[in-house]
């Protein structure tokens, strides 16, 4: 069974002569463990994509399911568990709470879930170890650099044991030596620790990371890509045959 799977997803933001429709009909289909890229230009309708399917919008027509079960028509409440239990997120600017330090951030989605601090605080730094940040448990972001921080942003997404990640433009604003291992990390992420990998990017290099690109335009998808051999030569073929070089 899919993941994540949506049907005919839309969503139009107003009503009458002032409606934009952001997504158009969209069929999305993404396998356990599954690394996909999303790629195209600015206003496409990658990030809608990305807050749908993560329950932080909702669609005006079509649905998302995440593990067979249709999160579009959920209560507020039972979206809020299925986000802290099911769904890890990673965002372009971190979104760390400066006065915690590296371990108590990466496992906030366990203490808000109600864990014991100590169960919490074990399993935190046991994440902070497998991202590399094993000696910084105790630093608070302003103590941490930018691909630190962002190491810990994916701890954290990664401490409940969720079956999918979603990750919005992870890598945009990072250099391109922490972008590279960030992108490396999320295929880790992937392919030895089994997680579902939904990536929003502008990066060509980062998105090679990825087993699959689907390529948006205008709200729809025109392209859905397998990555295999010279992956960064590939993506760029893609895009080229997509119109979005």
């Known amino acids: 069974m899919?993941?994540?799977?949506?049907?005919?997803?839309?969503?139009?933001?107003?009503?009458?002569?002032t409606a934009v429709t952001a997504l158009d009909s969209v069929d999305l289909s993404v396998e356990p463990g599954e690394f996909v890229a999303i790629m195209g230009p600015s206003g496409c309708g990658k990030s809608t994509l990305?807050?749908?399917?993560?329950?932080?919008?909702?669609?005006?027509?079509g649905s998302v399911s995440i593990d067979g079960t249709d999160v579009s028509t959920m209560s507020d409440d039972h979206l809020t568990e299925l986000r802290r239990r099911r769904i890890g997120f990673v965002f372009?600017?971190?979104?760390?709470?400066?006065?915690?330090?590296?371990a108590e951030n990466a496992g906030l989605p366990l203490t808000l879930d109600g864990a014991k601090p100590a169960d919490a605080d074990r399993r935190a730094r046991d994440w902070l170890m497998r991202v590399g940040l094993e000696g910084r448990t105790g630093s608070r972001p302003d103590q941490l650099s930018g691909g630190q921080q962002q190491r810990v942003a994916v701890a954290r997404a990664l401490v409940a044991e969720p079956a999918l990640m979603l990750c919005d433009e992870p890598t945009g604003n990072l250099d391109s030596k922490s972008s590279s291992e960030i992108a490396e990390l999320l295929r880790q992420a992937s392919a030895e620790w089994g997680r579902a990998i939904v990536m929003v990017t502008h990066d060509v290099g980062i998105a090679s990371h990825a087993d699959r690109i689907v390529f948006m335009k205008d709200g729809g998808i025109v392209d859905d890509v397998k990555l295999d051999g010279n992956r960064v030569e590939q993506t760029r073929a893609a895009m080229e045959k997509a119109g979005l070089l």
């Open 2 to 17: 899919a993941i994540v799977e949506t049907k005919g997803l839309t969503k139009v933001y107003g009503s009458g002569d």
């Open 50 to 61: 990305l807050n749908l399917i993560g329950g932080l919008d909702r669609p005006t027509a």
């Open 92 to 102: 372009q600017f971190f979104n760390l709470i400066p006065v915690l330090n590296a």
